[in-house]
Every structure is written in structure tokens, then in C-alpha cells.
């Protein structure tokens, strides 16, 4: 099949990033990037998001913290993580040396931690824009994540954006009743862009061992499982508020890519599939690219929020 399909898109209008393809590899399923350098061409994606980075490092929950259940996986992997200053010390300098977009996913505590992760990252160049994890626990709450009210994700966007100009996106928890007014709240606070969505939080049990498979008890439900949901919040979202979504949950296949593209979402993050194909992402936007040509459609871009009534 001959191919004119223009792949590029753009995310967001005031700090905009351009992305080769709208394919992009999910936080915590692609490391940092360079631990897939020798199985896929990482400038011929459009990009990746680094595992959560927190201030200081973490080991994350005791094993097991993975499983499988049908359709996808549970993890509670507890946010692991080398911590800021390894990350800029180790990692950044090789990552700003690769062609793709480089956004980094960063974890807090406290709105202030949130802040000062910012600033850092802001300050030592090579990011292309800072993805906030707000489905982590608020320890000045009790625990309660922060994604769960408009309240303190408008917060915590708030104070990243009072100390960055890099593009600020926003990956919004799907354990809500609704999730409309926590997209406003961040577009209101000065968010560039929203992803949709995290892990569903869920629970697995062997049976014959009356025990339950994480040692964490529950744990993000991703994967094919979670689709359906993720297309209703993209869709809502994506017409409630001004700024881009970027959709994502159990997209494997170029055509699942499309499907979210036409829910609305400016471009896709590709999670668990990694695990299954470590060159899932290019794999999706090729597909993306037949689907597209297969359809007449000559700029990929041209297909979203394009869901007939």
C-alpha cells in the first residue's frame, strides 16, 4: 500500500509539543527510555514518558507487586524509582541525546514536592514536558490520592506552573464518579494538556491458596481490560475542556489508536502492550499509518474528535 499519510501532531497551543507520530510509550512501562534503545528506533516514535521520578529514591512495594488477570495486569509496583538527583545525574544526559520527546512523569507527596521536582527538571534542560502523576497518595491528607478532587490537582498544577515553562500535562486517575470536574480543574490551573487514563485499582486472589496475588492487596488494572473505560473518560473529557487529551488504556493495536483519536484525544500513550512487545509503539503507529491510508485520511491529526454523532 502506498503511504501519504502526514504522522506528525502537536500537543497543546501555548507550549506545544511536536511529536513525530502520536504514538508515545506509558510511565512505567518503558522504563527510562534507554532500557528499550537496543529493541526499537527510539526517534521513530513520537515519544516516551519516564517511570515516576519522586525527590529522593524508592524501592517501591515487597514482591510479588505483578500478575496477570484476563485481558491485562495488575501492578503495585509502589512508584520504584532512583530519585531525582540519579535522574539527572545518570539518566537525563543520555536522554537528551535521543530524537524523540522526552516528557517526564514526576511523583510528590506534598504540593510542594510536586514544585520543587518541577523547578529542578525545568532548570536542567532536555525535557520536552513534565507529566504529573496526581493518583499518588497526598501525605498531608491522610493518604488520599490527590486525583480525587478538583481541589488539590488544581493545586498541585497550580504550583508546578508558577515555576516551569515547560508544557505541564496532567494524567488524571480513573477512580472517580466523575472525572469532568478534575479536567477543569486542572485546565483552569494552567495545564497544557491531560492524560487519560491511569490504573484502575483492582485485586486478584489464588483461590487454592486463599491468599491474594499482590502483596500490596490491590493494585492498577491496565491492559486491553480497561479500554472501554478509558474511551468513555477520553470522550468526555476531551468536550468538556479546551485543552488537548492524550488518551491511553489497553490500546495494542493501531486501529485501538484510532478509536481514541476519534474519542477525542490529540495523541495516544501506548502501557502494557510493552510488556508483551517491546516494539509495541512502533508497531501501533505503523498500523496507524494503514488504518489512516486505508481510509483516505491524509494527516492522522485530521482524525480526532472525528466521532460521528
Not at 69 to 78: E, R, S, Y
Not at 111 to 133: C, K, M, P, Q
Not at 214 to 227: M, Q, R
Request: with cysteine.
Amino acid at each position: 500500500m502506498s503511504k501519504s499519510v502526514d504522522m506528525a501532531v502537536t500537543v497543546g497551543a501555548d507550549r506545544p509539543v511536536r511529536l513525530k507520530n502520536p504514538v508515545i510509550a506509558a510511565s512505567g512501562t518503558f522504563g527510562y527510555g534507554l532500557e528499550y534503545a537496543d529493541q526499537l528506533d527510539l526517534g521513530a516514535i513520537g515519544g516516551f514518558v519516564t517511570k515516576g521520578v519522586s525527590l529522593k529514591p524508592r524501592d517501591g512495594n515487597p514482591p510479588p507487586r505483578i500478575c496477570e488477570t484476563a485481558a491485562g495486569m495488575l501492578n503495585a509496583i509502589g512508584l520504584a524509582n532512583v530519585g531525582l538527583e540519579v535522574f539527572l545525574g545518570e539518566k537525563l544526559p543520555k536522554l537528551r541525546k535521543l530524537d524523540t520527546a522526552v516528557v517526564v512523569n514526576l511523583y510528590g507527596e506534598a504540593v510542594e514536592e510536586f514544585a520543587e521536582l518541577a523547578r529542578r527538571l525545568s532548570e536542567a534542560g532536555g525535557v520536552a514536558a513534565l507529566e504529573l502523576n496526581v493518583s499518588c497518595p497526598n501525605v498531608k491528607a491522610g493518604g488520599m490520592a490527590f486525583g480525587c478532587a478538583p481541589g488539590p490537582v488544581g493545586e498541585i498544577t497550580a504550583a508546578v506552573r508558577a515555576v516551569t515553562d515547560l508544557p505541564v500535562w496532567v494524567k488524571l486517575t480513573p477512580n472517580v464518579t466523575d472525572p469532568v470536574g478534575i479536567a477543569r480543574a486542572a485546565a483552569a490551573a494552567g495545564a497544557d494538556a491531560l492524560c487519560l487514563i491511569n490504573t484502575l485499582l483492582g485485586m486478584a486472589i489464588d483461590a487454592r491458596r486463599k491468599r491474594p496475588r499482590l502483596a500490596n492487596l490491590y493494585g492498577g488494572l491496565s491492559g486491553p481490560a480497561i479500554k472501554p473505560v478509558a474511551l468513555r473518560m477520553v470522550h468526555q473529557v476531551s468536550r468538556a475542556v479546551a485543552i488537548p487529551v492524550v488518551g491511553l488504556g489497553g490500546i495494542v493495536t493501531g486501529e485501538d489508536a484510532a478509536e481514541f483519536l476519534l474519542a477525542g484525544a490529540s495523541a495516544v500513550q501506548v502501557g502494557t502492550a510493552n510488556f508483551l512487545d517491546p516494539a509495541a509503539c512502533l508497531r501501533v503507529a505503523a498500523e496507524l499509518e494503514d488504518f489512516c491510508a486505508d481510509q483516505g485520511v491524509t494527516a492522522v491529526a485530521d482524525l480526532v474528535g472525528g466521532l460521528a454523532a
